[in-house]
T-cell receptor, first 113, second 115 residues
C-alpha cells in the first residue's frame, strides 16, 4: 500500500514563506502532486513532480527527491486567500498496470495578518 | 482542463435506500476515479472506473456496495447501496486526461447525508 506523512496544521503570517513537507512510502511510484482545497470546495491541482528537482509556478514551488521519498510545497508571499488545506498525493502504478492517486491527510494552512 | 458536472450536489437519504451519483465530463478522458471525503478529512479512493469493463476497487470497497458504471469516455455513475449513516460523506468524481499526467480534475462533489 501507500503511506504519506505531512503536518496536520501550519500557521504563517501574511507575506511570509511557508514550506509544507511530505514524505511517502510506496511501490510503483511515478510522481508527487499537490492539491489545494478551500473549505466547502473541490480539490484543485497545484503542481506535479515526476523527476527530482524544483518546479515553480508563480508563488508556488514544489520539490521532489525520489531517493529520499520526500517532497515539499513552498508558498511565497502568503496571502489570506491561501488559507486552505493542502494535500500531497502520490501517483502510482500497481501490479494491475493502472494508474491511481493516493492522498495524504492534508495540511491545514492558516494565514494570519 | 476538464470540466466535470456532478449531480446531485447534495441529498438527504433514508437508511437502507440507494442513491446514484452521476459524473459528466465535457471531454473524453482516459481515467475516471471516485473518491470519498469526510468533512475535514483526506480523500479516500473508492475505485477506478474503467471504460467498457468492471471497475477496479480499492481495499475496503466492494462492488455490491458501490456499483460503478462507465458506459463511455465522458460519463460515469457511482451508486451507494443500502445506505447507513456511516455512508454520510462527500463523494467526488475525478478525471485524468492522459495516462501520464499527474493532474486530476475534480467535480464539485456530492454531499450525502444518511438519516
Amino acid at each position: 500500500g501507500q503511506s504519506l506523512e505531512q503536518p496536520s496544521e501550519v500557521t504563517a503570517v501574511e507575506g511570509a514563506i511557508v514550506q509544507i513537507n511530505c514524505t511517502y512510502q510506496t511501490s510503483g511510484f511515478y510522481g508527487l502532486s499537490w492539491y489545494q482545497q478551500h473549505d466547502g470546495g473541490a480539490p484543485t491541482f497545484l503542481s506535479y513532480n515526476a523527476l527530482d528537482g524544483l518546479e515553480e509556478t508563480g508563488r508556488f514551488s514544489s520539490f521532489l527527491s525520489r531517493s529520499d521519498s520526500y517532497g515539499y510545497l513552498l508558498l511565497q508571499e502568503l496571502q489570506m486567500k491561501d488559507s486552505a488545506s493542502y494535500f500531497c498525493a502520490v501517483r502510482v502504478l500497481n501490479s494491475g498496470g493502472y494508474q491511481k492517486v493516493t492522498f495524504g491527510i492534508g495540511t491545514k494552512l492558516q494565514v494570519i495578518p | 482542463s476538464a470540466v466535470i458536472s456532478q449531480k446531485p450536489s447534495r441529498d438527504i437519504c433514508q437508511r437502507g435506500t440507494s442513491l446514484t451519483i452521476q459524473c459528466q465530463v465535457d471531454s473524453q478522458v482516459t481515467m475516471m476515479f471516485w473518491y470519498r471525503q469526510q468533512p475535514g478529512q483526506s480523500l479516500t479512493l473508492i475505485a477506478t472506473a474503467n471504460q467498457g469493463s468492471e471497475a477496479t476497487y480499492e481495499s475496503g470497497f466492494v462492488i455490491d456496495k458501490f456499483p460503478i458504471s462507465r458506459p463511455n469516455l465522458t460519463f460515469s455513475t457511482l451508486t451507494v447501496s443500502n445506505m447507513s449513516p456511516e455512508d454520510s460523506s462527500i463523494y467526488l468524481c475525478s478525471v485524468a486526461q492522459g495516462p501520464n499526467t499527474g493532474e486530476l480534475f475534480f467535480g464539485e462533489g456530492s454531499r450525502l447525508t444518511v438519516l
